[in-house]
């Protein structure tokens, strides 16, 4: 049984949903809808991925672009198994009674509200949350980075309460009218931010503060962390247990990756599609413990990190494979671990 899997909305996300589903040998890609003939259109169409219109009006354009559709979105609905939606806030939600319509399950993305789905999902967190269900939104990548970091220390030691500053990218390399150019905002200036009670929408009992500023960076963000948990640990011990971790990245002491500017060149040295970081990065040195107080810094990236996720939560609500199976088979196929 192949899933067939469609991607309404083909930028940062999208693309790489798309490549990621095409990677797979339990599913099958059989289109992306896009709303312009843009540069990623025409990469797409030299990837052997069908077209389709996202909305009908501009479908005349693809033509003039030199691009021929396989129909308009509706249609790749009406088709698909699934569909990823991947479009900008707020659409995913408009999109929700096209895919009802058509009886066509769909996973939403973290820009929407949680009650756009029936599950908030994080594979390694609340896999089991997913199955069978209709709707489902993967959280953002700052809660998805959040998630793979609180799950093992809940599970391990229990977490008394969680305290993040996240130190947030301005906009994504290609996003040119985001910012601040040059200025360090406090953001949301509102404390706590809303992105404690996002990680509670996978773990509805934790308590969670948390506090966002924006900088001038496209890079990633970057997590100073505080965990107080319910015993006291060492840090050697809370080390072994992230190294152990498939999607946590711990980077070894004596590497020279002192920020986010080197995880990157290390991605793009290694060969990794677009530079990718599909994994939390922690700093091994900067894993510090006081009693029951743990501190860590972590490297999230924005633009993959929430991939693999989008491919587990196909399986999920398939009930196709458990939870180890499908993590280990989605981070085979793209190259997850390091
Ligand atoms: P993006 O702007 O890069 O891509 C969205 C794409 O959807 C664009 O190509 C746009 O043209 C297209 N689009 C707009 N309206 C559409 C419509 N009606 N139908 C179909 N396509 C439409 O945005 P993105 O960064 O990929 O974000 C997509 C979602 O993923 C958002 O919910 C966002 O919050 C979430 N997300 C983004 C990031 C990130 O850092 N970029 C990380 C995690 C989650």
Redo the contacts with the bound molecule.
């Keep these: 049984f192949m899933i067939r899997v469609g991607v ?7 693309k790489r949903v798309a490549d990621a589903v095409e990677a797979q040998p339990d599913m099958e890609l059989i289109g992306v ?4 003939p843009n540069f ?1 259109a025409h990469t797409a169409v030299e990837r052997g991925y069908p077209m389709y219109a ?2 009908p009006e501009r479908s005349p354009l693809f033509a003039e672009a030199g691009i021929d559709i396989a129909g308009e ?1 509706d249609e790749l609905v009406a088709e698909a198994d699934v569909i990823v939606d ?4 707020g ?2 939600a ?2 929700r009674e096209l895919y009802e319509t058509h009886h066509t399950p769909a996973i ?5 509200d949680s009650d756009v789905a029936d599950v908030s999902f994080n594979a390694r967190s609340n896999f089991d949350a997913a199955r069978d269900a209709d709707y489902v939104r993967v959280v ?2 700052n809660t998805t980075g959040l998630s793979r970091i609180i799950a093992p220390l809940e599970e391990e030691y229990g977490v008394d309460k969680v305290r993040a500053t996240l130190v947030r990218r301005g906009g ?1 390399p ?1 996003q040119n009218s985001r910012g601040p150019i040059n200025d360090i905002l406090p953001n949301p200036i509102k404390v706590p931010s809303h992105h404690g009670p996002d990680v509670k929408t996978i773990f509805p009992d934790l308590e969670i503060d948390t506090l966002g500023l924006k900088v001038p960076a496209t890079l990633m963000h970057v997590h100073a962390l505080n965990v107080t948990l319910e015993d006291d640990v060492t840090g050697a011990h809370v080390r072994q247990l992230l190294e152990g971790e498939d999607r946590v990245y711990v980077i070894p002491e004596g590497l020279g990756i002192d920020g986010a500017g080197k995880l990157k060149d290390f991605a793009l040295d290694a060969g990794r599609p677009r530079g990718d970081m599909w994994e939390n990065c922690v700093w091994g040195e900067s894993i510090g413990v006081n009693g029951r107080d743990l501190y860590l810094f972590q490297a999230i990236h ?2 993959s990190d ?1 991939i693999p996720e989008n491919i587990d939560a196909i399986r999920a609500m398939f009930d196709t494979e458990d939870k180890r199976d499908s993590m280990e088979l989605t981070d085979r196929t793209l190259g997850v671990g390091i």
Excluded: L
């Design positions: 309404n909305g083909y930028g940062t996300i999208g809808a896009k709303t312009q990623e996202a909305i979105v991947c479009t900008p806030s659409i995913g408009q999109n939403f993305q973290g820009g929407e953002s990548c994504d290609g924005q633009e929430v």
